[in-house]
């Protein structure tokens, strides 16, 4: 007899990798929050795909199961320092349907991942549902703002909507798009300043993932606090999440989305 189990792909960059500490992640529920990363089904404790420590997903994957009773299985794509546009590719790769010679296609690279990931859940007996997409990116975009390079708020969100179509070609035209929105970036300069001021990339960034949400079908944002993190104490090194952080936005984001 197969057992039902809820699907979802972990897209975007460090702060869907995390950057926390995996100690103070909380213990998954066993045999219910599980991953498929490296051609193996495993339960998804921390470190999470190619993590190195903590993470958002044992928190979100705990409060899914405990809402919904259902299993859950993450597929890990993420990659650290990726861009959404080519043009804030930094060396990982870029999410955006334009790969230039010598850049690498995180998105389909992704995508291939995800089909051989349903695959292994489906001969290992899983009756699987594909739920969607858990999205967090934007700081490359935010820091390419900031530096004046030309990006716009209207670009972003152009590429943004081409991501989230090209993931429906290939995984389900009604695929849902879940959306955490980037935080802020407390970092100094040489002069102690702030490195990347907020309203010269970072709202901009979150105003066009608000914008994508509003007007895109089945895309919707399922947390939207990490801009508090600064003011919070909630930033590890000024760009990246606490680990208190992501336990917050994993258990936030699955309460959120599930209702």
Not at 168 to 184: Q, V
Request: proline share 3%; glycine share 12%.
């Amino acid at each position: 007899m197969s057992n039902p189990i809820d699907v979802f792909i972990i897209a975007g960059q460090s702060n869907a990798v995390g950057e926390g500490k995996k100690h103070l992640s909380p213990k998954i529920i066993s045999g219910k929050v599980l991953q498929v990363y490296n051609g193996v089904i495993t339960d998804a404790n921390d470190p999470v795909g190619n993590a190195q420590d903590g993470s958002a997903w044992p928190a979100f994957g705990n409060e899914y199961v405990t809402i919904s009773g259902r299993t859950i299985a993450f597929i890990p794509t993420a990659v650290g320092g990726s861009g959404l546009s080519p043009y804030a590719d930094l060396g990982t790769g870029h999410w955006s349907y334009h790969t230039f010679m010598g850049q690498i296609d995180l998105l389909g690279h992704s995508i291939q991942k995800t089909k051989e990931a349903l695959d292994l859940l489906s001969k290992s007996g899983f009756a699987l549902e594909l739920k969607g997409v858990l999205w967090s990116q934007g700081e490359n975009e935010a820091v390419n703002m900031t530096m004046g390079t030309g990006l716009t708020q209207s670009t972003y969100e152009q590429q943004l909507i081409g991501v989230i179509k090209r993931f429906r070609e290939h995984l389900g035209e009604e695929l849902p798009f879940y959306i955490f929105k980037t935080g802020t970036d407390t970092r100094l300069d040489k002069n102690s300043n702030l490195l990347c001021p907020d309203e010269l990339g970072y709202a901009v960034i979150r105003a066009g993932q608000d914008n994508v949400a509003a007007t895109t079908p089945h895309t919707k944002i399922i947390y939207a606090d990490a801009y508090t993190f600064g003011e919070r104490g909630l930033l590890s090194d000024g760009i990246h999440y606490s680990q208190e952080g992501y336990n917050e936005m994993g258990q936030a984001g699955a309460r959120t989305l599930l209702g």
